[in-house]
């Protein structure tokens, strides 16, 4: 009973950390969780839930090499444990696609999306918020690739799901306008862009709180927008608060 008590409290303390924004402390206690999740063995379930959330963590912290193999190997034990119509399942393949497709690794990314999306929508519906991530991840993947009508209607969707059931001001409508920005960027529709990074800013300011690494991420995303519209000092005045955000949320005690 004292592992169970140390994994899970160690894990809970990790996810709030996670949650707040303190990134060292919170891999600090997702690294303990694991070491007492592992004493149950090597395959068991709860090791699979620390290995996602600790490589969410170092996918946000950009230690990609470590994430990949973290969410691979939580993608493993959940197979191997559930079955592959599991929605924990579905979360592995989910997080490992954003991951492949920051990577390059577009068609492993968007094979991993459809299966998550289509075990997603069996458990839901097609119409749950439950599905969104899968919708936004798959959009983010057409993005990269240039399929632009189909990143559009992806997005369009996990935006009316959202909207509706969380309204117009929730963190997670914040991340599909996000991608709507990038969309709109990606095809050199600045003008439609800029009103949409400026709103997902908004939210995540308001929900967040100015120093969250999320509104860092965000912050960089508008910079290179800023940059690509000859605005050089605004988009380094961006950079310099977002860069502020980033060495805070790295110091243990921050």
């Known amino acids: 009973m004292s592992e169970e008590k140390t994994w899970q409290g160690e894990n809970d303390r990790g996810t709030r950390l996670y949650q707040q924004g303190h990134y060292a402390q919170a891999e600090q206690a997702f690294r303990t969780a694991l070491e007492e999740a592992e004493q149950f063995g090597a395959t068991d379930t709860r090791v699979a839930t620390v290995l996602n959330n600790l490589a969410s963590l170092c996918h946000n912290q950009r230690n990609l090499t470590e994430a990949e193999g973290l969410y691979r ?15 924990l399942v579905a979360q592995s393949l989910n997080n490992l696609a954003s991951l492949c497709r920051e990577l390059g690794q577009y068609q492993e990314a968007e094979e991993c999306l459809q ?46 799901i959202r909207q509706r059931y969380f309204g117009d001001s929730d963190v997670s409508v914040a991340t ?12 050199g529709q600045h003008a439609e862009a800029e009103p949409l990074f400026r709103r997902a800013l908004t939210i995540r300011e308001e929900k967040l709180g100015a120093e969250h690494p999320a509104v860092a991420v965000l912050l960089e995303k508008y910079a290179v927008l800023l940059r690509d519209t000859a605005r050089e000092t605004e988009a380094s005045e961006v950079e310099t608060r977002a860069q502020a955000i980033r060495v805070k949320q790295s110091q243990p005690d921050g």
């Open 73 to 87: 190997r939580a993608l493993t034990i959940r197979r191997q444990a559930y079955g592959p119509q599991h929605p």
């Open 176 to 187: 599909t306008l996000c991608g709507l920005a990038e969309l709109a960027h990606a095809q």
């Open 115 to 160: 299966h998550a999306l289509g075990i997603a929508e069996a458990l839901v519906g097609l119409y749950h918020w439950g599905i969104t991530n899968c919708l936004n991840n798959l959009a983010a993947v057409y993005t990269a690739q240039a399929r632009y009508d189909e990143a559009t209607t992806f997005f369009q969707r996990s935006l009316t």
